[in-house]
């Protein structure tokens, strides 16, 4: 498993937390997305033959947020 840490814009609140984290969580090959309001970041564990970074980006933006390495 990998680790990675994403810049996440555009959070306000809880309901915006809960929105990426299951954004993340849905994709197959994440096992676990840590999303933070207060750091706007997301820690993702991915397993990276399933995914790749650019997917986990692409998600988090189809969402409606900014997601940046």
């Given amino acids: 498993m990998n680790t990675i ?3 996440i814009g555009g959070m306000t609140c809880g309901g ?3 929105s990426v984290t299951k954004v993340l969580e849905n ?3 994440v ?3 840590d999303v ?3 750091n706007a ?3 993702i564990t991915y397993d990276a033959d ?3 970074t650019a997917a986990l980006i ?3 933006e189809d969402a409606g947020f900014d997601a940046s390495l």
């Fill in 5 to 7: 840490t994403l810049n």
């Fill in 27 to 29: 994709l197959n090959g």
């Fill in 41 to 43: 970041h997301a820690v």
């Fill in 31 to 33: 096992e676990k997305a």
């Fill in 50 to 52: 399933k995914i790749q």
């Fill in 16 to 18: 915006c937390v809960s």
């Fill in 58 to 60: 692409e998600a988090v």
């Fill in 36 to 38: 933070s309001l207060e």
